[in-house]
């Protein structure tokens, strides 16, 4: 557990409890996500995939939708374990997702410790790009 003084403990836990509601009929891997938001909610995802497997839905996705469907706002914390409860990293796309939702300051617990996702996904490209374009 990271050593800081934010419950990472208590936002895995929820990430694992959604990764029991994941749709994963094909690959088997269940995948939950947690995040809290800048006004202080929680907001979760689990994977959800389809029998056309391009068009599943990862975890992120799905607490993406939540975070805008709640009223949206910035992620500042993120974790997203399997269905051991281990914690996984986000793959690349959703990297770029995060990324959009909560910037370089995010705070995600990776596999080698809380990181800021700027570490996570480095000279990302993002909405700033497009502003300067
Ligand atoms: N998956 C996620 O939900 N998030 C990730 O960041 C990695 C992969 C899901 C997609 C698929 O349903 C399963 O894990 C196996 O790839």
Redesign the pocket.
Known sequence: MPGDEFDWEGLRAQAHAIAGRAY?PY?G?R?G?AALVDDGRVVVGC?V?NAAYGV?L???CGLVSSLHAGGAGRLTHFV?VNGDGAV????GR?RQLLFEHGGPDLLVWTVSGVRPMAEVLPDAFGPDDLARA
């Open positions: 994963a690959s891997y995948v996500a994977n995939e599943t990862c975890a992120e997203c996984i990293m986000p793959c959703c």
